[in-house]
């Protein structure tokens, strides 16, 4: 299960933002971490994912080459228990520019894993 560890900021309009479903982000993972970027006009912020597991990501989406990032693309996500400090991400979507959009998380649980060969299917 993935989750974002952090502090939201308290106040009423965040709070409803992150209560929302399909929240732009941009996602950033290395070897070692995964990092979840919300920018304005959401919140200015980055948190750590923690719960994530690299080959389940690469049967979801195919990954860059070269650079620093495995993966440096937008995102779409929904959050869970949006009332505590540890946030389940319920559902994620990155977009991939040679594909359009993975469907990476559905209810908390990996999505069905792509074939790269029926892309058009997405």
Same mark, same amino acid.
């Given at each position: 299960m993935m989750r974002i560890f952090g502090r939201f $900021? $308290?106040?009423?309009?965040?709070?409803? @933002?992150?209560?929302?479903?399909?929240?732009?982000?941009?996602?950033s993972i290395d070897d070692l971490e995964f990092t979840? &970027?919300?920018? $304005? $006009?959401?919140?200015?912020?980055?948190? &750590?994912?923690?719960?994530?597991? @690299? &080959?389940?990501?690469e049967k979801r989406a195919p990954c860059g080459t070269g650079g620093e990032y495995l993966y440096s693309c937008y995102g779409l996500l929904t959050l869970s228990d949006c009332i505590s400090e540890n946030?389940?991400?319920s559902e994620l979507d990155f977009f991939i520019e040679s594909v359009g959009w993975c469907p990476i998380l559905r209810n908390q649980n990996y999505a069905t894993p792509i074939i790269l060969d029926d892309i058009d299917n997405l």
């Open positions: $900021p $308290p106040d009423v309009y965040t709070q409803t @933002l992150i209560s929302q479903k399909k929240i732009p982000c941009v996602c979840i &970027k919300f920018c $304005p $006009p959401i919140i200015e912020a980055s948190y &750590k994912v923690q719960g994530w597991d @690299l &080959k389940a990501l946030k389940i991400i």
